[in-house]
């Protein structure tokens, strides 16, 4: 399933799978429940996972998706934030 990578690169592609599934479980249990208090920490998870493509993405030299995935998560992490407040 997933090519041998040494250190942090299979370390960000585990947390990237982490984030995702885990926004993926928040989005399942509102869907099912029609509850929609969870949404801001699903867009908080999703925008994790965001950072962490935006991570692998610098260290394949690809700055501008780079910056581009971490633009978007700086901007979900306020939408998360406004949404908990």
């Known amino acids: 399933m997933f ?12 947390l990237r799978l982490v984030f995702a599934a885990l926004a993926a479980l928040f989005a399942g249990y509102g869907i099912i429940t029609q509850e929609f208090r969870l949404s801001p920490y699903i867009i908080l998870f999703l925008g ?10 610098f ?10 995935c971490i633009v978007v998560f700086l901007f ?4 998360s934030i406004e949404g908990i407040i």
Do not use: N, P, T, W
């Open 3 to 14: 090519k041998k990578k040494k250190g942090v690169g299979y370390l960000l592609i585990l």
């Open 48 to 57: 994790l996972a965001l950072l962490v493509m935006g991570l692998e993405e």
């Open 59 to 68: 260290r394949k030299k690809r700055k501008v998706y780079g910056s581009f």
């Open 76 to 79: 979900s992490l306020y939408v």
